[in-house]
């Protein structure tokens, strides 16, 4: 099983509301990451957790808030939102947080009202 | 600092071949390869390591240049599910993370 699971496909959510976003992994992966990306845009790293323990964090507003529960999960709870942060948020999964390729969740498309 | 990819944008026959460039300001580790479709997640193609090692799908090929900086990768005889935006990744060292290119959108057309 090479598949990245994310729930849900779409979130609305309003300014002052707080929603989670999921991302499963059944591969025994030890890296997660949290990637967003704009419209015609590459993807930018946000945060990696490696073996359940945050790793990088790209300098993200603190309304973004990621946790790692167990090696197979990885969420990124969203907190006062601002329309800007508009995006498709993709999670992945790597064999480690070295040179292996990166198994992507087919992402979450968020708009913020 | 971003690697840049070029060119922007291909338009192909079916059949056809076409190269894609990743380019890099700075020394590289890595170089990771995907193809993202419209409305999809990225699609791992292939990774090329300082040194020489190689890993990646069968009818995927690609160079790196570790004087230059630079990444080709190599597409031939193109089919229709070729379609997409390329985008390169590349690492400084081993556990760098990944920064994304500026992509590469080719359209195969019949």
């Known amino acids: 099983d090479t598949e990245v699971t994310q729930t849900p496909k779409h979130l609305v959510m309003g300014m002052t509301n707080k929603k989670s976003l999921k991302c499963e992994q059944h591969m025994g992966h030890r890296a997660m990451y949290w990637y967003k990306q704009k419209a015609k845009k590459p993807p930018e790293l946000m945060f990696v957790?490696?073996?359940?323990?945050?790793?990088i964090n790209e300098s993200v507003p603190s309304r973004f808030s990621p946790e790692c529960p167990n090696s197979s999960l990885l969420n990124l709870h969203l907190h006062a939102l601002q329309p800007e942060d508009s995006a498709l948020y993709l999670c992945?999964?790597?064999?480690?947080?070295?040179?292996?390729?990166?198994?992507f969740g087919p992402g979450t498309r968020l708009t913020v009202t | 600092q971003q690697p840049v990819q070029s060119p922007q944008a291909v338009i192909l026959r079916e059949g056809e071949d076409a190269v894609i460039n990743c380019s890099s300001s700075?020394?590289?580790?890595?170089v990771h390869w995907y193809r993202q479709k419209h409305g999809e997640a990225p699609v791992f193609l292939m990774i090329l390591l300082k040194g020489g090692e190689q890993k990646g799908h069968e009818k995927i090929s690609a160079s790196f240049n570790e004087k230059k900086q630079q990444s080709s990768l190599y597409l031939t005889a193109s089919q229709l599910s070729y379609s997409g935006t390329y985008f390169c990744?590349?690492?400084?060292?081993?556990?760098?993370?990944?920064?994304f290119g500026t992509g590469t959108r080719l359209q195969v057309f019949p």
């Open positions: 990744g590349t690492g400084l060292y081993n556990t760098d993370k990944l920064i």
């Open positions: 957790y490696s073996y359940e323990k945050l790793s």
């Open positions: 700075k020394a590289l580790y890595s």
């Open positions: 992945a999964s790597s064999q480690a947080e070295s040179s292996y390729e990166q198994y």
